[in-house]
Each structure stands twice: as C-alpha cells, then as structure tokens.
C-alpha cells in the first residue's frame, strides 16, 4: 500500500517551501513594515528580481526565435514533393 500523506493544514507550505531556499518571501504573506528603509530596501530587491526575471524571459525568447529559424531552414532545405498525377483510368 503506498505511503500516503495527508495534505498539509497550510495551504501556503508548499510554497513556503519553494520559496524559502531562495531567500525571498511571499508576497503579501510578511508582515508589513513601517519602516521607510525597509520597504526601500524590499522595492530594491523586487525591482533586482524583476530585471533577472525579465533577462531569463528574453532568453527564452531569443532561444525560441533560433529554434524556429532553424526549423523554417530545415524545412527550405527538404526537396518539396511533387503531387503526383492522377491517372486516368
């Protein structure tokens, strides 16, 4: 019989646990901070993530593109078949 766990109580610990080696918290999951520094210093880490985000993201974009050149040139380079003629019969 398999080991079945029960689902955990908080629905937020799995993303708790995702996030948390990544040293980022949850957004709207902290406590709010009065602090004027401190949420500088938050908008400055999530302004930091956006532009890595945002640099992955046209990564990926620009792998896309290679990938469809190169599938529109392999498609340019494959002889193109001749329907053949119907026979008259």
């Known amino acids: 019989m398999p080991d079945e766990t029960p689902p955990p109580q908080d629905p937020f610990e799995m993303?708790?646990?995702?996030?948390?080696?990544?040293?980022?918290p949850l957004p709207g999951m902290a406590m709010p901070t009065f602090d004027p520094r401190?949420?500088?210093?938050?908008?400055?880490?999530?302004?930091?993530?956006?532009a890595w985000l945002q640099m992955n993201l046209n990564m990926i974009r620009f792998s896309i593109q290679g990938l469809e050149v190169q599938k529109a040139a392999l498609q340019a380079m494959q002889p193109t078949k001749q329907p053949e003629e119907k026979k008259d019969g």
């Open 38 to 50: 401190e949420v500088e210093k938050r908008i400055g880490e999530m302004r930091s993530l956006e």
């Open 15 to 24: 993303f708790r646990r995702l996030w948390g080696p990544l040293n980022v």
